[in-house]
């Protein structure tokens, strides 16, 4: 909008009801409105000492630098619209680029959970006779004590195959487990 108002300001001095002198004191004060606004100190100092300079020039001399100023606003409006086409291309870019990190990283984490379905499957494949073996001890138990004791024997027994497995150890490595990356015990 700010640049409109700057457009329209320019437009103005094409009226014949406003003398150049005049349309230009009046976006001066206008910008100078703004920089107080925003606190930008060496904007209103420099804003200041313009319109004091201006209040000295002659008509004409206003008009030459009227012209002037048109004709630079003018060469600079068509590389301001390439710069702000070139932003919206550059967003535009940055928004796919983080859309397609986000998938990147939903396929990473399906990849992994089927990783690890397909590595627990076929660890169970392996030791099928382990685990039929622990069903028998863990049904012949009768106390609770005996079932637990029965279930961390198991348990002590399958780490320490997952950990001999070269399978397993590949897996926790990607996930970082063990390397001070990642979830510690991610998976375990």
């Given at each position: 909008e700010n640049g409109?108002?700057?457009h329209d300001s320019f437009d103005r001095l094409n009226d014949v009801h406003h003398s150049a002198a005049d349309t230009l004191h009046h976006l001066l004060r206008k910008q100078l409105s703004k920089a107080?606004?925003?606190a930008q100190t060496e904007i209103v100092t420099e804003l200041h000492d313009t319109i004091q300079i201006l209040q000295h020039l002659t008509h004409d001399s206003i008009a030459h630098l009227v012209v002037c100023i048109r004709r630079d606003y003018h060469s600079r409006a068509v590389y301001l619209a390439y710069l702000s086409q070139i932003k919206h291309?550059?967003?535009s870019v940055y928004g796919y680029l983080l859309a397609m990190l986000e998938e990147v990283e939903r396929h990473r984490q399906s990849s992994m959970q089927f990783f690890t379905a397909t590595c627990v499957r076929l660890f169970l494949e392996k030791h099928a006779s382990d685990v039929d073996h622990?069903?028998?001890h863990f049904m012949e138990a009768l106390k609770p004590e005996e079932k637990s004791a029965v279930v961390d024997e198991f348990l002590t027994?399958?780490?320490g195959l997952i950990e001999e497995e070269s399978i397993w150890s590949c897996k926790w490595a990607l996930w970082g487990v063990g390397t001070g990356e990642g979830e510690s015990g991610k998976g375990r």
């Open positions: 409109r108002n700057f107080r606004f925003l291309s550059l967003l622990f069903v028998g027994e399958m780490y």
